[in-house]
């Protein structure tokens, strides 16, 4: 499986960006897809998760949550993050990450990440 992520970029504060991240490759079952962020000298965080199936359940770090939208398309095994209103602190590497539920083989794949920076 390989997971390619691209839209990230340099944008003023209270700016918007979209990031996509498409998964190619043996992809079955239900599945969530997300995205994590790290900031230089910081762990990995979670920024937003959709698992698959219709409607899809969202979840959200509080940081985020209010600013940032993640949305799927199932068909295409691609995953959004529409970002809004966006913070210096916002600033960090995006990974894009796929994962198994309750499947086997259990599968758990990340993308080569994406650099987002808010700076005026």
């Known amino acids: 499986v390989q997971l390619q992520a691209s839209g990230g970029g340099l944008v003023q504060p209270g700016g918007s960006l979209r990031l996509s991240c498409a998964a190619s490759?043996?992809?079955?079952?239900?599945?969530?897809m997300g995205w994590y962020r790290q900031a230089p000298g910081k762990q990995r965080d979670l920024v937003a998760t959709i698992t698959s199936g219709s409607g899809g359940v969202r979840n959200y770090a509080g940081s985020v949550k209010g600013r940032f939208t993640i949305s799927r398309d199932n068909v295409k095994n691609t995953v959004y993050l529409q970002m809004d209103s966006l913070k210096p602190e916002d600033t960090a590497v995006y990974y894009c990450n796929i994962r198994g539920i309750r499947v086997y083989p259990a599968y758990d794949y990340w993308g080569q990440g994406t650099q987002v920076t808010v700076s005026s």
């Open positions: 490759g043996s992809i079955f079952g239900l599945n969530v």
